[in-house]
């Protein structure tokens, strides 16, 4: 019977203050999508950073006819300091997991496929390439061992970690999340704002029926129920509307236009987005439902 009562003054307040709760049931569902999408940004980043970290390599490049560093002014490598490299190399394992020998030939090659469409391949001979050692480490952290035992050294022109150059590119996607994260939380806000002035609406509106219950002495469950359920249930299809959006953006977005395209990187794959979905429409609930509570507080004291 009580459960019975609570449902339909539920229904009926949500009936009466359709034009509020459409308000709400909108702004939560963009919210949720925006939340939901920057926790989806973060989950790429860690993607991506597991596949592209666990493929990094350390590159020592050896000096040509032209190199200007000073190590290389005794002109280019010769075929005995190259093969002193090498061997000093093999003598770092297990840290050095491969060391890979790229000629300048190997490098013109590479360089054509990478740049097949473009007019600087046209400019290029393998002349002006550089020779080098490709190391892949067992631990890509521990790149300044390689740096200290090589940087410098006669016939090294430069030590490059391929590291460094995806942390920028991290830092990046980093700030982009942080971006999208706050625009999200700044309209967490704002929904928390809508469903309070909502509550308010309805409570005021109500403010007979209310008193008339606390006459007959029901309970502060009984009384703040059906708007607590009012906020719960704006909330539960705006984060239900959210979660359709995420679904529609892993299906339509990242794994029928992102993933055929950049097939040379991984992208978020669906157990990561299974873990956002519940926590996106939890979110939204738990959210409305202690806006609402703080609310009713106020009001069950007239």
Same mark, same amino acid.
């Given at each position: 019977?009580?459960?019975?009562?609570?449902?339909?003054?539920?229904?009926?307040?949500?009936?009466?203050?359709?034009?509020?709760?459409? /308000? !709400?049931?909108?702004? %939560?569902?963009?919210? $949720?999508?925006?939340?939901?999408?920057? *926790?989806?940004?973060r989950a790429q980043v860690d993607s991506?950073?597991?596949?592209?970290?666990?493929?990094?390599?350390?590159?020592?490049?050896?000096?040509g006819a032209s190199s200007a560093a000073p190590?290389?002014?005794?002109? /280019? !490598?010769?075929?005995? %300091?190259?093969?002193? $490299?090498?061997?000093?190399?093999?003598? *770092?394992?297990?840290?050095?997991?491969?060391?890979?020998?790229e000629s300048k030939e190997e490098a013109y090659q590479h360089f054509l496929e990478q740049f097949q469409d473009s007019p600087i391949a046209q400019n290029v001979t393998a002349d002006a390439l550089p020779e080098s050692f490709r190391v892949k480490l067992s631990d890509p952290t521990?790149?300044?061992?390689?740096?200290?035992?090589?940087?410098?050294?006669?016939?090294?022109?430069?030590?490059?970690?391929?590291?460094?150059?995806l942390d920028r590119f991290f830092k990046l996607l980093n700030g982009l999340q942080v971006i999208a994260l706050s625009v999200a939380v700044a309209m967490l806000l704002v929904t928390a704002l809508?469903?309070?002035?909502?509550?308010?609406?309805a409570a005021h509106a109500r403010r007979r029926e209310v008193g008339i219950m606390r006459l007959v002495g029901a309970s502060n469950f009984m009384i703040?129920?059906?708007f607590l359920?009012?906020?719960?249930?704006?909330?539960?299809?705006?984060?239900?509307?959210?979660?359709g959006a995420?679904?529609?953006?892993?299906?339509?977005?990242?794994?029928?236009?992102?993933?055929?395209?950049y097939r040379f990187t991984a992208f978020v794959a669906w157990d990561q987005v299974i873990l956002i979905l519940p926590v996106v429409f939890l979110t939204g609930i738990v959210i409305a439902m202690i806006a609402a509570a703080l609310t009713l507080r106020r009001y069950l004291k007239v």
């Open positions: 019977m009580r459960l019975r009562f609570i449902f339909s003054e539920t229904f009926q307040g949500l009936r009466r203050n359709l034009t509020m709760t459409f /308000a !709400v049931i909108i702004t %939560v569902a963009v919210s $949720l999508t925006l939340f939901g999408a920057g *926790l989806l940004v991506m950073k597991d596949y592209w970290y666990d493929r990094v390599e350390v590159s020592i490049f050896l000096c190590a290389c002014s005794l002109g /280019a !490598v010769t075929p005995e %300091v190259r093969t002193q $490299l090498e061997t000093e190399l093999n003598a *770092l394992r297990p840290l050095v997991q491969e060391v890979y020998y521990k790149y300044e061992v390689i740096a200290a035992a090589f940087a410098g050294r006669p016939g090294v022109e430069q030590v490059q970690d391929q590291r460094q150059l809508l469903v309070i002035n909502t509550i308010r609406v703040r129920m059906p359920l009012e906020a719960a249930v704006s909330a539960a299809v705006g984060g239900l509307l959210a979660v995420l679904v529609a953006a892993k299906v339509f977005l990242i794994d029928e236009v992102l993933a055929p395209s």
